[in-house]
């Protein structure tokens, strides 16, 4: 839980979400980052407590995120879970770390070259992951939630785009690898998402962020391979024995 001593810079190093909320009130990661969040909200006339509120919120909501055993939760539940914890996650994140990368790499890429190739990547992953969910979210989820619900009679339903449910889910696992590949490669070349001694506050939060995207896309992932995808296909299985 941050508190007001602490300086901006200690706070999104410790919560990552804490740079979106500063954002919101307009704290400037750069050139408030060794200011005390106290000193900060002087400057721009906020309510401290407001700040701090909302921080708490933000930080609850990230420790919410995987309230249950999701193996336990029914189909529906497990794909809503997916699309508004994880799904959403990436909307929201992704574009604003490729922002955040881009002004950093315009300010610091003489003493950190290895910026460019950060921008790069996650225009990449943000290209890759959006059309990526979009595919799940239009075809593939529904697809399960009908076999689910039992309201495919007959298998494969003529309308359907492919002829067994393991073609799509081969597909998106495939681009599960693809991400889990650029991940791996950010991760190599920030040295395991470590800031430099001199980063100024966008670069740690940035960082901190890239660090809670990696375990965010690993939760994200095992709900889809190990746990929605088996259970489609063998959905599918059973449905195919009864036709
Ligand atoms: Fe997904
Ligand atoms: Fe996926």
């Given at each position: ?19 979106r ?61 997916i699309v508004r914890v994880h799904h959403q996650y990436i909307r929201q994140e992704l574009p604003r770390f490729a922002e ?25 992953l943000r290209a890759e992951m959006l059309k990526h969910i979009q595919k799940e979210e239009q ?74 995207f990696?375990?965010d896309l690993?939760?994200h ?23």
């Amino acid at each position: 839980m941050p508190t007001s001593t602490q300086s901006i810079r200690e706070i999104v190093a410790t919560q990552p979400s804490a740079a979106r909320i500063f954002e919101r009130f307009d704290i400037d990661l750069c050139s408030q980052a060794e200011n005390s969040l106290d000193c900060a909200c002087a400057e721009l006339q906020l309510s401290i407590d407001q700040v701090l509120e909302k921080l708490a919120n933000a930080e609850a909501q990230e420790e919410g995120h995987l309230p249950v055993d999701p193996a336990t939760l029914p189909t529906e539940r497990l794909i809503q879970q997916i699309v508004r914890v994880h799904h959403q996650y990436i909307r929201q994140e992704l574009p604003r770390f490729a922002e955040m990368a881009q002004k950093l790499a315009d300010k610091r890429s003489d003493r950190a070259p290895e910026l460019k190739a950060v921008v790069e990547l996650l225009e990449e992953l943000r290209a890759e992951m959006l059309k990526h969910i979009q595919k799940e979210e239009q075809v593939l989820f529904p697809f399960i939630a009908q076999m689910d619900q039992e309201s495919i009679v007959v298998y494969p339903p003529a309308r359907a785009c492919f002829r067994s449910v393991s073609h799509p889910i081969f597909m998106m696992e495939q681009e599960h690898e693809s991400a889990n590949r650029i991940v791996a490669e950010l991760r190599q070349l920030t040295i395991g998402f470590e800031p430099p001694e001199w980063a100024c506050a966008t670069h740690i939060a940035l960082f901190a962020g890239l660090r809670e995207f990696e375990t965010d896309l690993k939760q994200h992932v095992h709900l889809e391979n190990d746990i929605l995808f088996p259970r489609a296909i063998e959905m599918e299985g059973v449905l195919n024995h009864r036709g």
